[in-house]
């Protein structure tokens, strides 16, 4: 008993041999020890196992977040990896871009235009320069070498060598009956200045000059127009618009602006820059299409540099993002109320109708009907006739403001569109205070 009881309130410190023996496996070695060949393992995992147990409730909770976002993340960017798509995209072909002030006209021909122009400058100016040098006797017609020095502005009619010529004859030596030769003719006369090109609110015109004339006709302004084809622009609503869906909507249309966010595009491809220009319309809704139909009123430019003004009426509708004429919309009415509360009044119509005629006592006879009433019922009669009456006007008024309050078809302000101009038009370039032209 007593080493029975020893054994019992021996701690872990004080193991006897039996307990050492308890401890090794079948082979003869200890558990805690690694064998012979066989690498150490243990200490790092518990010392990992040790620091996890440490922790509180809310960092493991923490570090398992963490540990399923990153593997989401390493997950993740495996496949957009895996499936990017290699292929690059060819760029886009830039678009010629022409503006109106060429006169609607291409890139390549204004180029052409321009270069053909400064070729006939180029020899006006080399022309006007030798028939002032013939008028001043610096260069003797029909000879190749002017008499004395040039100024160094004038070149060489003839460039290389100049051939040497014979002396010409005495005049004594000359017959009297041969005729002198022809006096060598006058130079042309210059050709009339080219046109001048200006542009006003990149809107372009070609105006020749127009000679002045007597009287009234010389104070005149002079008035200078552009002719705008049919074609289409990219615009943005700078209002939103409710346009009404009723009966009554297309006497009375909803007024919106846009402003042109890109130039025109016109027929053959020319472009003609109207971008900032302002774009007024009617717009009136459809229930049947869900859509608010927009007319063009006006197009409105300015140009600050030449001090002009464009406002003229044109004749078009805009069309949405889909390609359907209209603008697709949010159909919306405010009526049910005003039904509801029509459907009870009449109810309340009906009902005292009927109550009115329930009253009294009613005897017929080869005469007709006769109702007798006595001062109760006379009362009760009185109260259910103005009931009736009064809750049929009701049914009225309520029935005349769901009319107005029918359906509408909402669009947002900043929508982009696309404004179609549908007939040609001349635009009239108008002068302000302080104009140029």
């Known amino acids: 008993m007593s080493g029975g009881d020893s054994r019992g309130s021996r701690g872990p410190r004080g193991r006897g041999p039996d307990d050492r023996a308890e401890e090794l496996d079948l082979d003869g070695y200890q558990a805690d020890r690694p064998r012979p060949g066989e690498t150490p393992r243990g200490p790092a995992l518990l010392d990992l196992k040790t620091r996890w147990q440490t922790l509180t409730a809310r960092q493991q909770l923490r570090l398992r977040q963490l540990g399923v976002a990153g593997a989401i993340g390493v997950l993740g960017l495996g496949l957009y990896t895996a499936s990017g798509d290699k292929t690059e995209q060819a760029a886009p072909s830039p678009s010629s871009k022409l503006d109106m002030g060429a006169g609607l006209r291409g890139d390549s021909l204004e180029v052409k235009l321009r270069g053909d122009l400064q070729k006939i400058l180029d020899g006006q100016q080399l022309l006007g320069d030798r028939v002032t040098a013939i008028e001043e006797g610096k260069v003797v017609p029909g000879s190749g070498t002017p008499p004395h020095a040039l100024d160094g502005d004038l070149p060489p009619a003839i460039p290389g060598a100049v051939p040497d010529f014979p002396e010409p004859p005495a005049t004594g030596d000359i017959d009297p009956s041969v005729a002198k030769p022809p006096a060598p003719p006058a130079a042309p006369p210059a050709p009339p200045a080219p046109p001048v090109e200006k542009t006003v609110g990149a809107i372009g015109a070609a105006t020749s000059p127009v000679a002045a004339a007597d009287g009234a006709q010389a104070a005149k302004k002079k008035t200078r127009t552009i002719y705008l084809p049919p074609g289409f622009m990219k615009a943005r609503l700078l209002t939103g618009i409710d346009a009404l869906a009723s009966?009554?909507?297309?006497?009375?249309?909803?007024?919106?602006?846009?402003?042109?966010?890109?130039?025109?595009?016109?027929?053959?491809?020319?472009?003609?820059?109207?971008?900032?220009?302002?774009?007024?319309?009617?717009?009136?809704?459809?229930?049947?299409?869900?859509?608010?139909?927009?007319?063009?009123?006006?197009?409105?430019?300015?140009?600050?540099?030449?001090?002009?003004?464009?406002?003229?009426?044109?004749?078009?509708?805009?069309?949405?993002?889909?390609?359907?004429?209209?603008?697709?919309?949010?159909?919306?009415?405010?009526?049910?109320?005003?039904?509801?509360?029509?459907?009870?009044?009449?109810?309340?119509?009906?009902?005292?109708?009927?109550?009115?005629?329930?009253?009294?006592?009613?005897?017929?006879?080869?005469?007709?009907?006769?109702?007798?009433?006595?001062?109760?019922?006379?009362?009760?009669?009185?109260?259910?006739?103005?009931?009736?009456?009064?809750?049929?006007?009701?049914?009225?008024?309520?029935?005349?403001?769901?009319?107005?309050?029918?359906?509408?078809?909402?669009?947002?302000a900043a929508k982009d569109v696309v404004v179609v101009i549908q007939e040609g038009v001349t635009l009239e370039i108008k002068p302000t205070a302080g104009s140029k032209f």
Request: aromatic residues 4%; proline residues 4%.
């Open 247 to 412: 009966r009554d909507a297309t006497n009375n249309p909803e007024p919106l602006i846009a402003r042109v966010q890109a130039p025109a595009v016109l027929p053959n491809d020319v472009k003609a820059n109207l971008a900032g220009c302002f774009v007024i319309g009617n717009a009136t809704g459809s229930l049947a299409k869900e859509r608010v139909e927009i007319q063009l009123v006006s197009l409105s430019c300015v140009d600050f540099d030449e001090r002009s003004v464009v406002d003229q009426p044109i004749k078009g509708f805009f069309v949405d993002a889909d390609g359907k004429k209209g603008l697709s919309g949010k159909v919306v009415t405010r009526a049910g109320a005003a039904l509801a509360r029509a459907f009870i009044a009449g109810t309340i119509t009906g009902v005292a109708d009927t109550v009115q005629n329930t009253i009294g006592d009613v005897s017929t006879s080869a005469l007709g009907s006769v109702r007798t009433l006595d001062a109760g019922d006379a009362a009760k009669a009185g109260i259910a006739g103005g009931l009736s009456r009064s809750s049929e006007k009701l049914t009225d008024f309520y029935l005349d403001l769901a009319r107005q309050a029918g359906p509408i078809v909402e669009v947002g």
